[in-house]
């Protein structure tokens, strides 16, 4: 017969609690600069469309 004891984890060190909120608000302030930064600047940005001549199919001398 198997049994299985489950302890309760050690609290978090207060270094460790300290390190862990400030990189989690840190990163989350990146991104919504990031994202305010893209936004500012007209993101996103689509190539303007192809409006020059088009290949015909057959005649490769053509120069365009």
């Given at each position: 017969?198997?049994?299985?004891?489950?302890?309760t984890?050690?609290?978090?060190?207060?270094?460790?609690?300290?390190?862990?909120?400030?990189?989690?608000?840190?990163?989350?302030?990146?991104?919504?600069?990031?994202?305010?930064?893209?936004?500012?600047?007209?993101?996103?940005r689509?190539?303007?469309?192809?409006?020059?001549?088009?290949?015909?199919g057959?005649?490769?001398?053509?120069?365009?």
């Open positions: 017969m198997v049994h299985h004891v489950s302890t984890p050690a609290p978090a060190d207060t270094v460790a609690r300290v390190v862990g909120n400030t990189s989690t608000v840190l990163l989350a302030l990146l991104a919504v600069t990031s994202l305010a930064l893209r936004l500012t600047v007209g993101w996103p689509f190539p303007e469309p192809y409006l020059g001549r088009r290949r015909a057959g005649d490769r001398d053509t120069p365009w």
